[in-house]
């Protein structure tokens, strides 16, 4: 039976053997197709992990968030045919934070194999080293811009972290990291805690927990365009 094999990026590491499994790079490496949130990034994956092989010899369909609903109509094609293909998200988990969830659909509608690859998510990392509740938690993703709605979802994290005992984890894309995390400090009461973990799996990795009220009081980390994670709990 075909298999969509959900491969893993690296967090932006370039050296792809630290952070993914030899296992899930075989099943890469074999099929023939491959559905990516961008080019770049994954054929970045493959020319990093296999330099002898040319990643232009691999079919590719491009499926993100400006993908036109049309569009599918040609990837439903793709489940027809007997051979494996690749899901590949731009960094950490297909499906995860990712737009590939409705390639997974399309492969369980047409009686594939979906098989899930270990290696790493920067949620779950984020979540690890946060010291906070990992039994109930939430993600929020990418916080909308607009005010009302925004103030809705801080309202929801605020309550589910009081009433639940929930963490909640959310991101910014990484030019309004600052502004997330003034916004973390004058929303989030004193004794709460903020965990702040960047640049996870590189060399430059940071990650510090502790109270709002500590955070105000201490120095403030530079978090200006660097890939980050806010972890908020009790």
């Known amino acids: 039976m075909p298999t969509l094999h959900l491969i893993p990026n690296t967090l932006g590491s370039r050296n792809p ?31 990093d992990a296999f330099p002898d092989v040319s990643p232009q010899e691999k079919e590719s369909f491009l499926l993100n968030e400006h993908t036109d609903p049309q569009d599918l109509i040609d990837l439903i094609q ?16 297909p499906g995860v934070a990712d737009p590939g969830a409705a390639a997974v659909r399309m492969a369980h509608n047409s009686g594939w194999t979906v098989r899930p ?10 979540l690890m080293a946060s010291g906070m509740n990992g039994q109930q938690f939430a993600f929020k ?13 801080w309202k929801e994290m605020r309550e589910g972290m009081q009433r639940r005992k929930e963490t909640q984890i959310f991101m910014e894309p990484p030019y309004r990291n600052q502004q997330a995390f003034q916004e973390c400090l004058e929303r989030i009461g004193p004794d709460q805690q903020l965990c702040i973990a960047v640049d996870l799996t590189l060399e430059s ?14 120095p403030k980390p530079d978090l200006d365009k660097r890939p980050c994670l806010f972890v908020i709990g009790n």
Do not use: T
Not at 37 to 43: G, I
Not at 205 to 218: C, L, M, P, T, V
């Open 205 to 218: 990795e940071w990650i510090r927990s502790q109270a709002i009220g500590d955070w105000k009081n201490g």
């Open 78 to 93: 793709w489940f027809k045919s007997d051979s494996d293909i690749a899901l590949i998200s731009d960094a950490g988990a």
């Open 141 to 153: 993703g990418y916080l909308p811009r607009d005010r009302g709605i925004r103030d809705r979802i």
């Open 117 to 126: 690859h270990v290696g790493p998510s920067s949620i779950l990392l984020a």
């Open 17 to 47: 053997m630290e952070s993914i499994p030899a296992s899930a790079l075989s099943a890469l490496n074999a099929c023939p197709r491959m559905i990516v949130e961008s080019e770049r990034f994954a054929r970045r994956l493959l020319k």
